[in-house]
């Protein structure tokens, strides 16, 4: 089983970046394809992107492709979220998530298994 703690949520400028870090340990890290969501205050957790055990296959939600980018090192235990060309629209707590064992990326949060606490992300106008 893999634990999750996520990183570098802030307060930032509409048009500025943050680069979130979900940091996670376990054996099984490198099998499991990861995964960023979001939940912004009286809506649903929203699929933002993902990326496979390889790292070599990604997959975003419409509203951040061409400003967020995910990646991952296996080395260390690592997923980054790159945002960039932030909106206020942006704002919301995000949450790492692991597919612990399936190698495969996925855009429902059903298909993830392990979550951590989140971290805040405020875009002001």
């Known amino acids: 089983q893999v634990q999750l703690v996520e990183s570098g949520g802030g307060l930032v400028q509409a048009g500025g970046s943050l680069r979130l870090s979900c940091a996670a340990s376990g054996r099984t890290f490198s099998n499991s394809a990861m995964g960023w969501f979001r939940q912004a205050p009286g809506k649903e957790r929203e699929f933002v992107a993902s990326i496979s055990g390889g790292g070599m296959s990604t997959l975003y939600a419409d509203s951040v492709k061409g400003r967020f980018t995910i990646s991952r090192d296996n080395a260390k235990n690592t997923v980054l979220l790159q945002m960039n060309s932030l909106k206020p629209e942006d704002t919301a707590v995000y949450h790492c998530?692991?597919?612990?064992?399936?190698?495969?990326?996925?855009?429902?949060?059903?298909?993830?298994?392990?979550w951590g606490q989140g971290t805040q992300v405020t875009v002001s106008s």
């Open positions: 998530a692991a597919r612990s064992l399936y190698y495969s990326t996925r855009t429902s949060e059903k298909d993830y298994d392990t």
